[in-house]
């Protein structure tokens, strides 16, 4: 394959990316002396090492990408370089073994927020700062990020951002390079998480709980330093903050750069996800919170509310904080949660899931074979505000989404197979294949994915994998024509 040595050279470049990620994890460590130097001095090397021989070894590559290439090196670049994320976590903590720390790494790496520690707060610093950087970054995508310096290599990455980012990011308006359009993408997730820390600091945190919370709540991560997430301050303005930058980052960053660029909100008003997705998540959490009442789950309505909107927000939009166990509330409730995980947030957004824009076009499609039954002469296209959806469109999305519910079907039997039952099995699977965070029963609130055998965290954590590419750029690899193209 030609393609293969610019795949190391750039895998090499995003392998030292993480050394000097761990790098500021290493001076966290030096500065407040929280016992975890050796292990992030000894990760920052090995990783700076490897990827400086991989980088340098391969540096007379050809300077092209092919489209079987780009799909592999997404693949590569979320399995095989989250392996030197392990490092500081299997270095520092002697016990923790390979198959849990790599579920944890790329639980954070796609934003899923699903833990097999316990004991968060007692853990070093410098270890959790790591667990939500890597949920940061993993936010944002480290292939956007590499889309972003790819240009100063002389790699294209116009085939990157399409394998990352299938779907209706507002390309036309961003700027027209590739780079500037990626750059674009991060100045509005850096502008959006610093205002978040600040609004956490003035809400009652302190700043190391800030910062990683709102780490955690821009990548619909969800990862909490504290074992009982967000419970642990017990804090309605704490709640209402999350809440607010949890749904900021469930929409389109593109919409947001323009908003911030225009210094208008008319950009929003136009995104026919922003919406969808509102109207369907604030929608549900009265809906939750009126079943919450109705069945005597806490006193006051407005306790429910505040109870059902954060937990229902926070699951929905794909994060995974909570404050409550909701494996307690009915049932109806938290299933309900799980499926709004499928479908709420936006493309372009950093979370996970079937996404809104692919949600609309299905029911719009559903209403139009309505029409055209009641109507078969009828020639009436299928729009979705001013824009008109081509036929190519549709199918691609009806075979996304006839993948999606194949591969979780498969996934769910899997863990059924290996002894689990069916609502662990399942909720765990929707959980990790929505990049949402905590499942029922065994892996719920008040539990975590620790509790699976070894096998099953492998099969946790290739769901999280194939729903964070989104499908396509994995199953497509096994797909013998692809390579013939």
């Not at 946790?460 to 390579?483: H, K």
Request: with cysteine; hydrophobic share 50%; proline share 4%.
């Amino acid at each position: 394959m030609n393609s293969l040595p610019t795949i190391f050279h750039v895998l090499g470049v995003v392998i030292m990316g993480f050394g000097a990620l761990m790098a500021t994890c290493l001076l966290t460590s030096l500065a407040f002396d929280d016992g975890a130097t050796l292990a992030f001095y000894q990760g920052t090397a090995i990783s700076l090492l490897t990827g400086y021989l991989l980088f340098f070894v391969t540096k007379n590559a050809p300077k092209k990408i092919s489209q079987q290439a780009s799909f592999l090196l997404v693949t590569l670049c979320w399995s095989l370089a989250s392996v030197f994320c392990t490092l500081p976590l299997m270095l520092q903590l002697p016990d923790f073994k390979f198959v849990d720390a790599y579920f944890e790494v790329i639980s954070a790496l796609t934003t899923t927020g699903a833990t097999t520690l316990s004991g968060l707060d007692y853990l070093p610093m410098a270890v959790n700062l790591w667990r939500h950087e890597l949920t940061w970054f993993g936010g944002i995508g480290i292939i956007v990020f590499a889309v972003a310096v790819l240009p100063i290599l002389g790699v294209g990455g116009m085939q990157l951002l399409k394998s990352e980012s299938p779907g209706s990011v507002k390309e036309s308006e961003l700027p027209p390079r590739i780079a500037q359009a990626a750059k674009s993408l991060w100045v509005a997730y850096v502008v959006i998480t610093l205002l978040c820390i600040v609004c956490l600091k003035l809400a009652g945190m302190g700043w190391f709980d800030a910062v990683c919370h709102a780490f955690a709540a821009m990548s619909l991560g969800g990862f909490s330093t504290h074992d009982t997430s967000v419970g642990f301050f017990n804090s309605l303005p704490i709640e209402m903050v999350l809440t607010f930058f949890q749904l900021i980052a469930a929409m389109n960053f593109a919409t947001h750069f323009l908003a911030l660029r225009k210094r208008s909100f008319s950009p929003y008003k136009k995104d026919v996800e922003v919406w969808g997705m509102l109207i369907a998540v604030l929608g549900s959490c009265v809906l939750a919170a009126s079943v919450l009442w109705y069945n005597q789950t806490y006193p006051e309505f407005l306790t429910c509310l505040r109870h059902a909107t954060f937990n229902l927000v926070t699951v929905a939009t794909t994060s995974g904080f909570m404050t409550q166990d909701f494996n307690l509330w009915p049932i109806f409730v938290p299933m309900w949660m799980l499926f709004l995980s499928s479908i709420s947030v936006s493309t372009g957004s950093t979370g996970g899931g079937i996404r809104m824009i692919r949600t609309i076009i299905l029911m719009k499609q559903a209403r139009l074979e309505m029409f055209k039954f009641i109507h078969p002469n009828a020639i009436k296209p299928l729009k979705i505000g001013s824009s008109t959806i081509h036929d190519n469109i549709v199918t691609s999305v009806t075979g996304f989404i006839f993948l999606y519910f194949i591969c979780i079907v498969i996934l769910v039997f899997t863990l059924l197979l290996s002894g689990l039952d069916f609502i662990t099995a399942f909720t765990a699977i929707i959980a990790c294949f929505n990049n949402a965070g905590p499942g029922l029963n065994l892996v719920g609130p008040a539990s975590n994915y620790g509790v699976l055998s070894d096998f099953q965290t492998n099969v946790c954590t290739f769901a999280m994998l194939l729903g964070r590419v989104q499908i396509f750029s994995i199953v497509i690899l096994f797909v013998p024509e692809f390579w013939r193209k």
